[in-house]
């Protein structure tokens, strides 16, 4: 398994599960990477809560040694 998956995209956000110990910085530098914004600014960790209202991060439901977290541009 990746790293760093994108597991859910919209226009201006897009859900994260990433593997517990990297820094939010190199997430950051993975999701831009992976999935370039096309516009003038870059994906960012999100102040903003989960739809469902769990916090960012959030633990992954699959797997104990991941993190989701939200991004937006």
Known sequence: MEDVI????GIIFC???A???LTIQE???KVNELNPTG???KW????????GGEENPAQCNKYPDRLHYLFNC
């Not at 994108?6 to 995209?9: D, F, S, V």
């Not at 960012?44 to 739809?51: G, N, Y």
């Open 27 to 29: 997430i950051t530098d």
């Open 6 to 9: 994108i597991y859910t995209q």
């Open 39 to 41: 516009i003038g600014s």
């Open 19 to 21: 593997k517990k110990g």
């Open 44 to 51: 960012q960790l999100s102040k903003e809560k989960f739809k």
């Open 15 to 17: 859900s994260v599960c």
